[in-house]
């Protein structure tokens, strides 16, 4: 806890360091951002700023990289110092950013994604055959002709990162570059960022907040606390329960916080009652196919049942079907074959509103693709799903509008101006609080959940997964869809794996052997 | 929000303003002084003897056509064929209100509800395109006002269509029978200006339009599907039927505009007769209304009437010997001053947003 310490130098390391931020300061209205933070970064060696969501850590960043101004505070750059107003100039320093939030176009295909924003003349084929070079060179491979629309989230990361490095940086700075990727693509992205440090001399800066990557992947580690350096140390010296307390600032002891922060290992034993059989499905499908022009894997005769009362979770890696089953218990999509019966009722999928009016709920894997409306209300986005409730004749009934919104903002803890305030002027994690104030509102029956802790921070995390449990022990039942290992093992009751369109496996939580998952996860039979 | 509401007005007030002095620029290079000029353009549109109940007349379809686009880009629909549509509607009603002929009053109304349905259908025929084979209404919708105006000028050429039996129609061709009397819609008189009835219904149905986008239903499922039309398709929200239904509400109120020209326009338009070119370019601005109101009621009466005063003081300009059609370019720099503002706090709410968001807040 010593921040008035300079910076950790390690034995190794006697040279100037690449950067040198010095008392950096930044207020967003009343949040404190920054708080007269310090940090080097030296060559040769990767970085990892831990801290919660909120702690400042992006904010930091986005200063290096000129996207956000300092209200205070000095930047050098190998020794100089340089001031960095745009993002511009932070490329001609050497500074290059993978953003946690996709920056990519749909509709171009991947090599003019990373092409975008250059300047000069274009030469198609250099710039594939660069991508070629970035995969073999680190070990992300990607197809540049695909059209990034047709991408999983897994692969997008990976086409950010082909951008990011593209332009061949000195500096590169990595915001939670693994939340969308399985354990084996994140060891193997970090062996290779590992090579690439050691051989070329960069400095790489990785930002995360689960600690087991952090430990696995840095040579140095700065904690952040509200805008607070709280730590900074060598990874050999840390130890995952300090580097919790320090980052979440009291004892640790929540499992679904340990896990979140990766502090828990998948193998932990599990206490969930094995659900009753013999009762009807709540959700099943019957073979079916389905596709979405979204994904390139469509759903091949897929048959599974979810219980009431029960987690069900689907593992598997990024863009193996995830995308089309949650499309069709979404009504977006028809099933090309097959049957889905939700509580022994055959629902047409594919027709307007269908799902949701046989009492199917769904947090979608992207809540700004079809969870939230951004330019209503919350008021509004949480009546979206069933206006009945809040209209009369047709006329929507403000002060109920108002009075649900209220109840409900107050029971799941949105963080918000008030019943009216623009949805899109919530945090990622209050917005998502939104989508799943509303959805368990209408008392399904079914609760489709799709990735629902992508980018939530740890007590978010804590709450939904409480929430998706309670759900399911009021009778719900619940169908997990995840990549994460961890989440899936400590929610699931059942576990099944989606591999290329295929479901695969259905075991008892207390069946499942991590490793025999791994492999179906990566296409073995069992 | 204070400091919000004072950015507004402050953006606002500065693009207003170079878009005034621009016009008065160009008044002068063109040979003109700018204060003459102005002083014919409110003369012409609210100072004048009688002047301000003609503007409020040439506001009403305006702002009518402009509802109608509201209800369609609420849906995420770009409608801009309301040109044709609101040629069609009256060549509808002219058909049906001649043929039909109630007792005078009434067929007042027979002449409006026709000409709603006609330009309801004229823009459904791109709805259903639109919903159906997934052809852009972008297109469709411009494409068809051509079209409009061909068939509306191939019956004017036919007796057993529009054109007017030889008896009524003088030396004139392609000109429909005049309506009666007692088949205008009435005029009231204030101060010596007559208002049209049409500018009252008009008003009417903005006070129902904002009702309907806002407290409706139907009005928030509009707003769902042309934003997010996929949350939309899963809760319900069928993009044929409301998709469709927001086209055929733009285009019934395009063609209500052509009506009201028709039965209540009096010589500001074509004088109670079908001819061609009858629209006049109404279309069009109440397209621009629309725009520059984006998607908000109580702005587009205000754009209607700005528009519709610039259209009537035009025609004290030529007195002045510069050329009347400069007030079109005083309307296009206006059009631009009014949505330069929100495309600047767009960009500057984008850019905070982006960096609150960068700071996890």
Known sequence: MSSDSPGLVGADVVSVPAVELRGIAKRFGSVVACDRVDLSLHRGRIHGILGENGAGKSTLMNILIGLVLPDGGSVCIDGKPQLIHDPITAARLGIGMVHQHFSLVDALTVWENVALGESGRLDPSEVRNRIGEIGDHFGIVVEPDVRVGDLSAGLRQRVEIVKCLRHDPNIVIFDEPTSVLTPDESAQLFQSLREVVTAEGRAVVLISHKLDEVLAATDDITVMRQGRVVERLNTKLASAPALARAMVGREVSLRAERAALGVLSVGDTHDHVAHSTGELPALELRHVSASTGRSSVALDDVSLSVFPGEILGLAGVEGNGQRPLADLLSSLVPATSGEVVVAGEVVVAGRPGAMTRAGVAVIPEDRHDSGIVLDMTVAENLALVDLAQVSRNGIVDIRQLERRALDLIDEFGVQCEGPHAPMWSLSGGNQQRVVLARELSLDPAVLVAARPTRGLDVGAIDYLNDRLRAAAAGGVAVLLISSELEEILDLADRIAVIYRGHVVGDFPRSDVDVQQLGLLMGGATP | ?361
């Open chain 2, 1 to 361: 929000m204070k400091a919000r509401a004072g950015e507004w007005i402050a953006l606002y007030t500065i693009s207003v303003l170079v878009a005034l002095v621009l016009s008065g620029v160009l008044v002068e290079v063109s040979g003109g002084d700018w204060w003459p000029v102005l002083e014919a353009l409110v003369d012409g549109s609210v100072r004048g003897p009688q002047r301000w109940g003609q503007t409020l007349g040439i506001a009403a379809p305006m702002l009518l056509v402009g509802l109608g686009t509201i209800v369609s880009s609420r849906a995420g629909l770009v409608n801009i064929g309301q040109e044709g549509q609101l040629l069609f509607g009256t060549a509808v009603a002219v058909y049906f209100g001649f043929r039909i002929g109630g007792p005078g009053p009434l067929n007042v109304l027979v002449l409006l509800a026709f000409g709603a349905l006609g330009g309801a259908v004229w823009a459904g025929i791109a709805g259903v395109l639109r919903t159906h084979r997934g052809v852009p209404e972008v297109l469709t919708t411009l494409l068809m006002v051509t079209v409009a105006g061909q068939v509306v000028a191939y019956g004017l050429k036919k007796q057993s269509l529009l054109l007017a039996p030889a008896a009524s129609r003088g030396n004139r061709n392609q000109v429909s029978e005049q309506l009666a009397a007692d088949n205008r819609l009435p005029v009231l008189r204030v101060f010596g200006n007559e208002i049209p009835s049409a500018t009252f219904l008009a008003v009417i149905l903005a006070i129902l339009v904002a009702f309907a986008m806002g407290r409706t239903v139907w009005g928030v499922r509009l707003h769902m599907l042309g934003r997010n039309p996929r949350i939309a398709r899963r809760v319900g929200v069928s993009e044929q039927k409301y998709g469709l239904a927001a086209l055929l509400v733009g285009g019934a109120f395009a063609g209500l505009a052509g009506a009201v020209m028709l039965t209540g326009g009096g010589f500001q338009f074509s004088n109670y007769r079908l001819v061609p070119g009858f629209s006049a370019g109404i279309g069009w601005t109440g397209l621009l209304v629309a725009l520059v109101a984006r998607e908000k009621v109580l702005a587009a009466v205000g754009a209607a009437f700005v528009f519709a005063a610039l259209r009537n003081g035009s025609g004290f300009v030529n007195s002045t010997g510069v050329e009347s059609r400069i007030t079109e370019v005083v309307q296009g720099f206006l059009v631009l001053a009014l949505l330069i503002p929100p495309a600047v706090m767009f960009l500057r709410d984008r850019r905070r947003s982006r960096a609150a968001s960068a700071a996890g807040v």
